[in-house]
């Protein structure tokens, strides 16, 4: 049973778009949602986070949007750029659970 | 540098065998967490050592096994090897046992032969 659902599984965006990717989950006792980006041969690194009782938060040209009761969030990339090419995961956590991920989005930025 | 340390990088070995995946946490994080990332499953946690003992347990296999010694460096050891364990295996730690700040290292990547 798959926690957290993330979609698409890839996404090629012209340099200077906007790329989105979205997750959803179905357990409500998560109580915080981070986002990772991995690059090739590395391990993941957080990259933004979110706890449900904002709707927003923005870091940069990154934006993370919140919807509690679709029980569904999202991740924004402005003026998508070559350097953000990597693997993108959603996670979700509660409590002293371990972080449960999605399967990983992979993005493309093409000049 | 993530400061969390895995080694071996890359290991190949053939099936049937057994191996043992080490993990060097950040230092002062008492958490260490053993994900597995295949292609098509993404990151699925195994197992969660904290400040010695197992907290937590995932989808592992029992022919794998863990365990977090005194210096709260921790060993993965998967055994009776077959070709579908070929993946990446990442070490996260964290300070405390639970949370969202884990701090990832770059992984072993296990082929199977």
């Known amino acids: 049973q798959q926690q957290v659902k993330q979609s698409p599984q890839s996404l090629i965006v012209q340099k200077g778009g906007i790329s989105i990717i979205n997750c959803a989950y179905e357990?409500?006792?998560?109580?915080?949602f981070p986002w990772y980006q991995q690059f090739p041969g590395k391990g993941p690194a957080l990259l933004i986070a979110i706890r449900p009782d904002v709707s927003e938060k923005k870091e940069g040209r990154f934006t993370i949007s919140f919807n509690k009761s679709a029980k569904q969030f999202s991740l924004h990339i402005m003026d998508s750029q070559p350097g953000d090419s990597a693997t993108y995961f959603c996670a979700a956590v509660w409590g002293n659970t371990p972080l449960v991920f999605g399967k990983g989005t992979r993005l493309s930025v093409i000049a | 540098d993530s400061g969390v340390t895995q080694t071996p990088k890359h290991l190949i070995t053939a099936t049937g065998q057994r191996v043992t995946l080490r993990c060097s946490p950040r230092?002062?994080?008492?958490?260490v967490y053993w994900y597995q990332q295949s292609l098509d499953q993404g990151l699925q946690f195994l197992i969660q050592?904290?400040?010695?003992?197992?907290?937590a347990k995932g989808n592992i296999l029992e022919r794998f096994s863990a365990q977090q010694f005194p210096d709260l460096h921790s060993e993965l050891n998967l055994s009776s090897l077959e070709l579908g364990d070929s993946a990446l295996y990442f070490c996260?730690?964290?300070?405390?046992?639970?949370?969202?700040?884990?701090?990832f290292g770059s992984g072993t990547r296990l082929t199977v032969v």
């Open positions: 996260a730690s964290s300070v405390e046992g639970s949370g969202p700040g884990y701090t």
């Open positions: 357990n409500t006792a998560f109580d915080y």
């Open positions: 230092s002062g994080d008492l958490s």
């Open positions: 050592y904290y400040n010695g003992e197992e907290r």
